[in-house]
Structure formats: structure tokens, C-alpha cells
């Protein structure tokens, strides 16, 4: 399948900065419709109209927007499938909504509108998990509700940025060098858009196996030579370049980050020997230390 033209993801990429203007206006029109039913707030909906004519056709652009940007791919495919049809949905519904309050049936159109506001939400929902992960809502829970849910805590939830854990040097040379230390690298900094939900240029970090087999521009790295390995280049090129890993706005790798991969891409990438079989340089083990 060929890639689409770069108008049309120019296009696309609007969805993310019009989307949350229907989401607002359709919130607020819910609530002022809620509060309408109390006599003291009979006419806190007066606005409905004027608040309709706007969410309508932005509803539809940002539907369209949506669409065009899911040409690039690079997304758990149901997940991108159930919130494509769902914003679509959300759009008809708004559209359907319109129409019943200037035909003055508002009855109908009151459940249009609850019916547009239940879509929206679950449309919301898979919308941040194809952007953020599927925990998106959840990671941070309190534990009481993660229970509820029946979610399992992760050490992800409690590795905040700035809350470091001191390891000993001993526990430090025993853990695996893929799964204790660059597995987490790429958890932290690269699986948001190399992951299972959303799979940029087909390239899957979350695995020793999808590193290996690489994406759709080959190679993710040469083991033996970091210098030539893609993954490191994309991340070594200025912040400006719109080929820089990670993108902008999305969580950098650090000096000692970018050391650590360098070393065990030289080193030759192994996937199951431990630190200390790899004798890592005092410089390599003083970044992994605290972290």
C-alpha cells in the first residue's frame, strides 16, 4: 500500500489541534441542557442554537481531519478502527442533533445529544489509548480503584520522572542487560509510539524481537556498530529535524540514556547475557547506578 500524499496528512495532523473544540462545545451544551430542566436555570440552554451552529460543522471537519491522518497507519488497527467510527459517529450524531433543535423537536434532539455525548466519550477514550497507551486513564489510579478495575500494578506507576532508586553494584551487574536496562529505556522514552498500540514506521520497541526485525526503513540498529545503527542516528540529530527521535514535545532521551544504548549497540546487542558478563566501563555503570 503506498503512503499517502503529504496534503493529505498536512490536513490530517488538524485533527489533533480541532478535536478538543466540538469536545468542549458539546460538553458544555450537555451541561447547560441539564440545567435547564431546573426551573430556577430554565433558560441557561438560551444558547443552544448558537453553540450548535458551531459544534456541527467542526464536529464534521475534525471527523474528516481524523480520517486523513489515519491514512499514515502506524496504529493497533482495531483500536484505530473502533475510534475512527466512533468520531464518525459522534459527527452524525451532532449533525442529527442540529437538525431536531431547528426543527423544533426537542425531545429528540435532547437524546441525539446524550446519545453524541456517550459516543464522544468512548471515542475519547480509544482516542488517548491509540496516542498514550491503553492505561492512559488508568496508570496513575489510586490502588483502591486499580483493584476495582481488576488492573494489576506496574512498576511503570510508580517510576515518576525525578523519583530515583539507588541500586547496588552488585544487583546493578546481576539484571539482564535487555530486559533490566534498555528494555526500560525504550518503555520509558520510545514505546508510547513504538509499541502495540501505535506502531510508527512498523517498527516495535516493546521487544527484543521487534527491535530486531526492525520497520519499514530496515534496521533499527547494527549491532557492533552504534554509529551506524538508525535508532541512535535519529536520536543524536538536532531537536529541530523532523526525523529526531523522539519527536518533539514527547519525553528526550538523556546523555547517559544515549551512552548506555551506544555501549551495548557496540557491545553487540545481546539480549540475555547480564551486565556484569558484558563488563560494562566505570562511566557505563556509574549512569545506571540511580535511575
Not at 539480549?271 to 563488563?279: C, P, R
Amino acid at each position: 500500500m503506498y503512503p499517502p500524499p503529504d496534503i493529505l496528512l498536512f490536513f490530517g495532523h488538524f485533527h489533533v489541534l480541532l478535536v478538543h473544540l466540538p469536545i468542549g462545545m458539546l460538553a458544555a451544551l450537555a451541561t447547560l441542557e441539564i440545567f435547564a430542566l431546573l426551573p430556577r436555570f430554565k433558560n441557561a440552554a438560551a444558547s443552544a442554537g448558537f453553540i450548535l451552529a458551531l459544534a456541527a460543522p467542526l464536529a464534521v471537519v475534525t471527523a474528516v481531519c481524523g480520517w486523513l491522518l489515519s491514512l499514515a497507519g502506524g496504529y493497533d488497527e482495531t483500536l484505530l478502527a473502533w475510534h475512527k467510527w466512533l468520531g464518525i459517529g459522534t459527527a452524525v450524531l451532532t449533525v442529527v442533533a442540529a437538525v431536531l433543535f431547528w426543527r423544533g423537536k426537542l425531545v429528540a434532539y435532547r437524546v441525539a445529544l446524550l446519545v453524541a455525548v456517550g459516543v464522544l466519550m468512548v471515542a475519547g477514550h480509544l482516542g488517548g489509548s491509540l496516542t498514550h497507551g491503553s492505561d492512559y486513564l488508568t496508570q496513575y489510579a489510586p490502588a483502591p480503584l486499580k483493584k476495582l478495575l481488576g488492573i494489576t500494578a506496574t512498576s511503570k506507576t510508580a517510576s515518576k520522572a525525578g523519583n530515583a532508586t539507588v541500586v547496588s553494584i552488585n544487583e546493578l551487574l546481576a539484571q539482564p542487560v535487555f530486559t533490566g536496562v534498555i528494555e526500560p529505556i525504550f518503555q520509558g522514552k520510545c514505546v508510547s509510539c513504538h509499541g502495540p498500540q501505535k506502531t510508527k514506521g512498523d517498527l516495535r520497541l516493546d521487544s527484543y524481537a521487534g527491535l530486531q526485525r526492525g520497520g519499514k526503513d530496515d534496521i533499527a540498529i547494527k549491532p557492533g556498530d552504534a554509529a551506524q545503527s538508525p535508532l541512535l542516528e535519529r536520536a543524536l540529530l538536532p531537536a529541530s529535524d523532523d526525523d529526531h527521535m523522539p519527536p518533539d514535545g514527547k519525553p528526550q532521551l538523556t546523555a547517559a540514556e544515549i551512552a548506555v544504548l551506544k555501549w551495548w549497540i557496540n557491545a553487540g546487542a545481546p539480549a540475555t547475557n547480564t551486565l556484569g558478563q558484558l563488563q560494562p566501563p566505570s562511566e557505563i555503570l556509574a549512569a545506571l547506578s540511580t535511575r
